[in-house]
């Protein structure tokens, strides 16, 4: 079973305009209005979401990472993250990333044994930010997503989506880290076509250090 080919974002993550007037000290991983935070979430919940995706991508991670990709941040649904292998709508980053990397068509049926090809071809993804995007500032991120790839090592870095080309390139470039400069549109809302070209590119490119 193929996927439909109808194409949309993430999805509208709601704001509250509340916030605008918290002091930023309470603007945190899990900034919350009562009990839960800007998605609905308790803490408690937030932590089996990111503790579930981290395990899940563990799974996946190759032992020597060749190609280190960066997105922004995870889907607010909590059955959607693209190394989930029962995701049933909307996984537009695994499809493309698949068809620039490994040159094929994925279905669902198909997921578990494409990622382990992106695994077993050194091409691991992790987020810019490990929470799904509510009201804090992507460049507030950057400082670890710094020490992640230094950590990973990986070969290349490659940045999805502009938003995370302008947070995180330079501070990556000046940490000596080979991080391809190049801004990639993620690939829904009509940038499907962009993303591929841009993606094939990157995957080609010479990574830049300072």
């Known amino acids: 079973m193929r996927w439909g080919a109808g194409e949309g974002a993430h999805g509208p993550v709601r704001a509250l305009s509340l916030l605008q007037i918290v002091p930023p000290v309470l603007r945190s991983l899990d900034a919350r209005v009562g009990s839960r935070d800007l998605l609905g979430m308790t803490p408690v919940e937030q932590r089996r979401a990111r503790g579930r995706r981290r395990r899940t991508a563990r799974r996946f991670r190759p032992d020597a990472i060749k190609t280190l990709l960066v997105a922004e941040a995870p889907p607010a649904a909590l059955d959607r993250y693209f190394y989930f292998t029962d995701v049933r709508e909307h996984d537009h980053l695994f499809r493309y990333v698949v068809r620039g990397a490994l040159r094929k068509e994925p279905t669902r049926e198909s997921k578990k044994a494409l990622l382990e090809q992106l695994r077993d071809r050194g091409i691991f993804l992790i987020d810019l930010s490990p929470v ?5 500032p992507l ?15 990986p070969e290349r870095i490659i940045l999805i989506k502009a938003t995370v080309y302008d947070a995180a390139y330079t501070a990556l470039r000046d940490a000596g880290l ?7 549109p993620f690939p829904s809302s009509g940038r499907q076509r962009r993303f591929a070209e841009a993606f094939s590119r990157a995957l080609k490119a010479r990574p830049k250090t300072r």
């Not at 799904?132 to 804090?136: D, E, I, R, S």
């Not at 507030?140 to 790839?149: D, I, Q, T, Y």
């Open 178 to 184: 080979p991080v391809v400069d190049g801004r990639i």
């Open 132 to 136: 799904p995007l509510a009201v804090q």
């Open 139 to 153: 460049a507030s991120f950057v400082p670890a997503l710094v020490a992640r790839c230094v950590k990973l090592a």
